[in-house]
């Protein structure tokens, strides 16, 4: 395998399926599915999954809610889709540890980077919902913060396109994907990959980001054992 610990990064949306809103059970089986076929093979396996498809904290500022009661919100959403995914891996046999940026008693631990460790060498799945723990934060800074504080060897960011495009393909059929990126290639080329807070993180700390289509079967697998099938920034 070329990386033995990761941290997958999901957005909420995609839990929606072809749905409007809330949570697909087919979409939530085939991740499930995918995670579980790392996790036999051994790779350590941590995951930070987003909100949209419950609430956006942004949104609801842009309509006149207080920001920070907003962005708690959102926390509370990136929980539920957590826990979606924690009763739907242990049910397929998967063993988990839920961590919280926010401490929610009895549902989650408040997230300890230590205790998130031992959980990984104990051949548990690592989920950490909540965000950071404080507002003005994405959940892509979520996932980047924990990442570098498990010591992930790679943000393995999945979404419904294969990779980062010139423009967006979905758009412009024109589009030209990249194999690869340096941070400064793609800061220079204004892509947005993440929010800037968390690329920054990432290119302080040296963690490379792939992003990939986690929506076709085997991809996962295929990623951590370094098939060329993404975008890789470094």
Do not use: H, W
Not at 24 to 36: Q, W
Not at 202 to 227: A, T
Request: aromatic share 6%; with cysteine; charged share 25%.
């Amino acid at each position: 395998m070329k990386y033995k610990r990761i941290l997958l990064k999901l957005s909420g949306e995609s839990l929606m399926g072809n749905q409007s809103y809330g949570i697909s059970s087919d979409m939530l089986e085939m991740y499930c599915n995918e995670i579980k076929q790392v996790y036999s093979q051994g790779v350590e396996v941590a995951i930070v999954i987003g909100g949209g498809n419950i609430y956006r904290g942004l949104q609801g500022s842009a309509k006149g809610m207080d920001r920070v009661q907003g962005d708690y919100m959102g926390m509370m959403a990136t929980m539920i889709n957590s826990l979606a995914l924690q009763g739907e891996l242990e049910r397929n046999g998967v063993k988990t540890e839920l961590f919280g940026g926010l401490s929610i008693e009895p549902i989650a631990k408040a997230f300890s980077r230590r205790r998130a460790i031992e959980s990984l060498e104990n051949n548990k799945v690592v989920i950490i919902g909540g965000g950071t723990g404080n507002p003005f934060f994405t959940t892509d800074t979520a996932s980047t913060l924990r990442a570098i504080e498990i010591k992930a060897d790679v943000i393995l960011k999945g979404t419904r396109v294969d990779g980062i495009y010139t423009a967006d393909p979905e758009k412009d059929p024109t589009a030209k994907k990249y194999e690869t990126l340096s941070f400064d290639e793609a800061l220079s080329k204004k892509l947005k990959i993440m929010d800037l807070t968390a690329f920054a993180l990432c290119r302080e700390n040296n963690l490379p980001i792939y992003v990939f289509d986690m929506n076709q079967k085997g991809n996962l697998q295929k990623v951590v054992q370094g098939e060329n099938i993404g975008t890789l920034v470094s």
